[in-house]
Structure formats: structure tokens, C-alpha cells
């Protein structure tokens, strides 16, 4: 719902007393909590707003700029803590921090608003109704910060609207905390929907979870920059072994979807990187301006080179049969073909065809189970820690139908339908993207 004030385009979320009436709220108990000292502006109100772009051009004209509720503690709650039952899943991939959220969830539930009634959902959306709901305290969850995956394990596929919005009532969760990607997001709306439908005394956050970056709108998602950081160990590995063959070329395949942000982020960490192909700018193979042309003239002058491929790039030049062009997997994702190992038999081709007799190797590594796999770096550590404490107030507020995420610096609210369908490829007319020439050597690949 799109509600305009004097200046701004509010996107409001729904609030549980929108379908249900006469519910009853409570003071919020962080004014008796002996760690808080509330102030003056301290429980924020539907004034506070975080705008969506910062970027403005002002020499044309402009709509009212986009607005999100901020997130943060409100001074009426429309639960009572000790009547809470918050039911907390996993979905989708591993990425490196989803076991922080879920500390955080059930520290801050508990220690926050005094909730006693924190569970887990096995195994993604099957869990709600394929397994029971395991109990959470903060003694169970005290180290999980420290441990890679996720304790509750996760799924793909298994999504079943009916079933699911059952088990919750028959459980008599009345939170609901839902951490995953875009295609968790788009399940969500649906659960939201159903449970307005019915009716539900239900509210629901959505929390976007996506080691390749790639939902939309919030600034960067947790286990990102663990991502690109763990990265760093593969392209280095593969920059030792192209250096200490002859006409050594290390090749590593990095995760993103269709997109490319790890591995154009990983590639402007590195400094060993010469080369960077991602799925929003397209490469060829043969002739001028070719992989093939700038590997030549690459290995002739360094002896070596290092290439990072993101898992989406070169996917329209890969043949495929039919079949592998129906292939989804259970969530109903397309499968990629392999882009490394299709390079890599490319390269070796192409460089016995034009070199017959010259030594040639080519390391190819995929690190992505192993980087997705590891604990949070301290930076994802602390964003967890305030997404799940944001989500949290909101919940607590009577909020639902929403995703806590950060925008422009701030934790915003935002409609679960918007995020939903929000994807973040990377914009390659950005400006800030220029200097990767000197990084890259290769301005074709990654500049259009
Ligand atoms: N369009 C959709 N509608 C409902 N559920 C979906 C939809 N797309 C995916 N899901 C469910 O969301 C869960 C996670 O989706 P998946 O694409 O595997 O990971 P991610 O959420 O990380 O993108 C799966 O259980 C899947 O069945
Ligand atoms: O776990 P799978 O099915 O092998 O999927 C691998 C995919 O999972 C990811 O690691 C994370 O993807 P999601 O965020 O969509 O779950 C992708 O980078 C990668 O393409």
C-alpha cells in the first residue's frame, strides 16, 4: 500500500488491527528494563521514515521520494510476552550467518520483551508441518554465533500453503520469523496472505538471508561480506598455482545466481585478479576483444593469469542439451551449467590448438560449499545481531507482512510482496565501478 504524507511516498506495512479488531496492547516493557534507559524519541512512531534513494538528480522532475517505515521499539506492544509462541525457519542455501539470527532472535525475544515461548522449524518450509517444533532458550543458542549453517537446518522445495498455515494454527504460533532468500520471500506473501484470509492473530517477518547479495532494495544482506572475504583464500590459491606453472592460468568460480556481486566484490578486494566475468555484462570466447585474445596477450606478458568467473556468467553460450535447459531444482531454481569446467576445457582446446608444443595449466577451484559453509565474520556478526532485534520490535509492535532490512544505513520495514519481487543485479553504469580497470586490466569484462 503506497499512503503519500505532504512530501514522501509512505510504503506502509499492514498492521495486525487492520483484520482484527479490539486487541489488546501493553506497555512496552523495555521502560522497566534495567539495561535501558528510554528517552525522549526512543520508541519510534509511523512518522519515522527512511527514504529509499539518496541518489537524487535534481535537473528533472521527480515523483515524491520512496519511504519505509524505520525500524526500532514502539511504546505499545499488541502482545502480551508470556501469551508469545514465535516459530523461527530456515530456508533455502546455507549462508554464513544464519545461525547469529536465530541467537539473536530467541536472546532478543527472551531478554528483550520476556518471551518464553521460542521454537525452532526443522528443515525449511517442510518443517512446519513434516517435523515438531523444537524449544529454544538462550542457554541452548549461546554459541551458535560461532558455528557455520544453520543448527535448524534448512530445505529447498517442499512448500505447501495449506499444509503449512495448519500447522501454525494447530501449534498456536501467533510469530512467525522466516529467514531466506527471494524465493522464501515470495512463499512468505503467500503465507501472509493466508493468514490475513483467515484471519490469523498472526504476525509474520520476513528476515532476507542470500550469501549472493541478490535481493533487492535492502542495502547488502548478512554472510555477503563473509562471502567475499572467505573468497579471498580460493582466488589466492589459484593465483599461487597460475604463478608457479608456465603459462599457468588459475581459474575460480565464484556463487551469485545470475548475478555477480561476490565475485566482482572478491574481484576488487583481490588485487590478483586480471580478469572478471559476471552474468550482467556478456563475454565472448574468439576473435577481437575475445577471453581468448586477452588470455594471449596476458600469458605473453606475465607468464600467468587469474580468472574469476561468477556461476551465472556465459550461461546463453554454454551448449546445452533440452533437457538441461528444463532442469529446476526442488524450489524450482534453474540449474546452472558448470561455467568453470565449460572454460576450462575451452582454454585447454584453444591453447593446444594455437600452441601445440608450449607448456599450459589451468587450476580450476570451486570454493562455493566452503565459503558459504563458515561462521559469520564480525562485521555480518553485529548486522545480524540488529536485523534480528529490528524484526523483533516490529513483530512485538503488531506489525506483520514485512521484512526488516537495512536501507541507506538504517533498518527499515518494508512490504514482503516488494522485497519479494525485488532483485539486485549489479549496475554496471555505475560510475564506481570505472576504477576496476586497474584493478582487472580488462575493462571489456567487466565495464560495459
Ligand atoms: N514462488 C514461490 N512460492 C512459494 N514458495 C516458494 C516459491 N519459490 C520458492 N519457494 C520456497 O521457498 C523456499 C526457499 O526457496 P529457495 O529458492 O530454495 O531459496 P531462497 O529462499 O534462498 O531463494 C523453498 O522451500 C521453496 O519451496
Ligand atoms: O545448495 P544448492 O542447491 O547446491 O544451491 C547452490 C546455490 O545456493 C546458493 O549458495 C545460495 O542460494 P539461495 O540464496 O538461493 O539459497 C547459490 O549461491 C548457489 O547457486
Request: charged share 20%.
Amino acid at each position: 500500500m503506497a499512503n503519500s504524507s505532504s512530501n514522501v511516498q509512505l510504503r506502509n506495512i499492514t498492521h495486525i488491527t487492520d483484520y482484527i479488531s479490539q486487541i489488546q496492547t501493553h506497555p512496552n516493557p523495555l521502560e522497566e528494563h534495567p539495561f535501558f534507559r528510554t528517552f525522549d524519541g526512543f520508541y519510534l512512531t509511523q512518522t519515522d521514515i527512511i527514504l529509499r534513494h539518496n541518489v537524487v538528480d535534481l535537473s528533472g522532475t521527480f515523483p515524491p521520494p520512496l519511504a519505509y517505515l524505520r525500524a526500532g521499539p514502539r511504546n505499545k506492544i499488541f502482545f502480551n510476552p508470556s501469551d508469545v509462541r514465535a516459530a523461527i525457519v530456515t530456508c533455502g542455501g546455507l549462508c554464513p550467518g544464519m545461525n547469529t539470527v536465530i541467537r539473536e532472535l530467541v536472546v532478543g525475544l527472551w531478554e528483550l520483551y520476556g518471551v518464553r515461548g521460542i521454537f525452532g522449524i526443522k528443515a525449511g518450509y517442510r518443517g512446519f508441518y513434516s517435523y515438531d517444533p523444537v524449544e529454544l532458550n538462550p542457554k541452548m543458542v549461546d554459541d551458535w554465533h560461532k558455528r557455520g549453517g544453520t543448527v535448524l537446518e534448512t530445505s529447498r522445495g517442499g512448500f505447501d500453503l495449506n499444509k503449512i498455515v495448519n500447522a501454525i494454527q494447530d501449534h498456536e504460533f501467533n510469530q512467525l520469523y522466516i529467514i531466506g532468500g527471494d524465493g522464501t520471500m515470495r512463499g512468505a506473501v503467500e503465507i501472509f496472505e493466508e493468514l490475513k484470509q483467515r484471519k490469523l492473530y498472526i504476525s509474520m517477518v520476513g528476515i532476507p538471508k542470500t550469501v549472493d547479495n541478490d535481493v533487492g532494495i535492502i542495502d547488502r544482506s548478512f554472510g555477503f561480506q563473509t562471502a567475499v572475504e572467505v573468497a579471498q583464500q580460493a582466488i589466492s590459491a589459484a593465483h599461487v598455482e597460475a604463478e608457479s606453472a608456465v603459462n599457468g592460468i588459475g581459474l575460480v568460480k565464484l556463487m551469485g545466481r545470475s548475478t555477480g556481486h561476490i565475485a566482482l566484490h572478491a574481484t576488487l578486494s583481490s588485487r590478483d585478479v586480471d580478469c572478471c566475468l559476471i552474468p550482467e555484462i556478456d563475454f565472448y570466447l574468439e576473435g577481437k576483444g575475445g577471453l581468448f585474445e586477452f588470455l594471449e596477450d596476458q600469458l605473453k606478458e606475465m607468464g600467468h593469469a587469474v580468472l574469476v568467473v561468477a556461476e551465472g556468467a556465459g550461461q546463453d553460450i554454454i551448449p546445452r542439451t533440452e533437457s538441461q535447459k528444463a532442469e529446476k531444482d526442488e524450489s524450482g531454481n534453474p540449474i546452472f551449467l558448470d561455467v568453470g569446467g565449460w572454460l576450462k576445457s575451452e582454454l585447454k582446446n584453444w591453447w593446444n590448438r594455437n600452441h601445440p608444443n608450449e607448456l599450459f595449466t589451468i587450476k580450476y577451484i570451486d570454493p562455493t560449499y566452503m565459503i558459504r559453509a563458515v561462521p559469520a565474520n564480525a562485521t555480518d556478526n553485529s548486522y545480524c545481531t540488529l536485523l534480528a532485534h529490528s524484526a523483533i520490535h516490529g513483530v512485538m509492535a503488531g506489525y506483520t507482512g514485512f521484512v526488516c532490512g537495512p536501507i541507506n544505513g538504517n533498518y527499515a520495514y518494508i512490504p514482503v510482496d516488494e522485497v519479494a519481487k525485488a532483485k539486485n543485479k549489479v549496475d554496471t553504469r555505475d560510475h564506481k565501478w570505472s576504477w576496476v580497470r586497474s584493478v582487472s586490466n580488462q575493462p571489456d569484462f567487466i565495464t560495459s
